[in-house]
């Protein structure tokens, strides 16, 4: 039996472009890794299975055909080994439908322990190909390095300068539809897929201003889907020392970046005692490769 964490992804910025004609959005987004997440464990079996249990896994009873088990298959048929004989297990530590791409980040840790419990010859590049079955995330997900995403969201390139950042993370409590955000914004596009020149500055305090000149494309539009994020916004907004405030991906998690430990620690037992019905996590966000 092995684990491994499927570590949450925050869209640090996301700047995002008109719909194509092929129903896409062009978009680039500076994405990192959080070291919080879902946790995937898997062991030798007659079959391929999927339990899911821990404080969110209620959310996904009876869907059939999770992430998970799309992902183990495709490796399956690009092997040629057939469906793996797994068990495996998915503790579900993140709230559903958050914007932290959760569902990608455990397909990819299962992807990386099945490539391990099974012995496959496989390299990584190759488990890339695979992990894009799942969608443009997947990729991404599976490699959980810091990294510029751009085009549909495939194109990555990593990046490489961006130091640790203290960091809270919030979910009021709803879910936020990813479609429905993109509809929302479609009604009124106003942002470009443009990408900024790297920061000349890259330590935290120096990363943590130059992101306060970006933007999320979708912050907006999620608001009108979502209106709870607003009131997350506002009180982390608020909290002492905060850096930078935003909402991740098509929501309906936010963070705060702080420049010191001590005053993410403070931001969050605050919000914790606050609200005990949010989803408050601490963490580090950064690279979390395997």
């Not at 092997?79 to 993140?94: A, C, I, M, Q, Y």
Request: glycine residues 10%.
């Amino acid at each position: 039996m092995i684990s491994a964490l499927a570590p949450a992804k925050v869209n640090l910025c996301l700047h995002v472009g008109p719909v194509r004609a092929d129903g896409y959005h062009p978009l680039a987004s500076l994405v990192a890794f959080a070291d919080v997440g879902d946790v995937v464990t898997v062991e030798p079996a007659d079959r391929l299975s999927l339990t899911v249990n821990g404080p969110f896994g209620a959310g996904l009873d009876g869907e059939g055909d999770n992430l998970i088990l799309r992902a183990l298959r495709a490796l399956g048929q690009a092997t040629g080994s057939g469906e793996p004989p797994l068990k495996v297990t998915l503790d579900k530590r993140l709230p559903i439908a958050a914007g932290m791409g959760g569902g990608s980040s455990d397909a990819g840790a299962a992807l990386r322990l099945a490539r391990t419990a099974l012995d496959l010859d496989i390299d990584d590049a190759a488990l890339e190909t695979v992990a894009a079955v799942i969608g443009a995330d997947g990729p991404m997900c599976l490699r959980a390095r810091t990294a510029w995403a751009e085009g549909i969201g495939g194109d990555l390139s990593d990046a490489v300068w961006m130091p640790p950042l203290h960091a809270v993370l919030v979910n009021p409590g709803v879910a936020c539809s990813t479609g429905a955000v993109y509809r929302a914004y479609d009604v009124r596009p106003v942002g470009a897929p443009d990408r900024p020149a790297d920061p000349a500055d890259v330590s935290p305090t120096g990363v943590i201003r130059w992101l306060a000149a970006q933007r999320n494309d979708l912050e907006a539009p999620a608001l009108t889907v979502a209106p709870a994020v607003a009131e997350a916004l506002a009180d982390l907004a608020a909290c002492p020392w905060v850096g930078l405030v935003r909402m991740s991906g098509s929501g309906a998690t936010v963070f705060a970046l702080f420049d010191t430990a001590r005053d993410a620690d403070e931001a969050t037992r605050a919000l914790q005692a606050r609200h005990a019905g949010w989803w408050v996590a601490r963490t580090v966000l950064g690279d979390q490769r395997p």
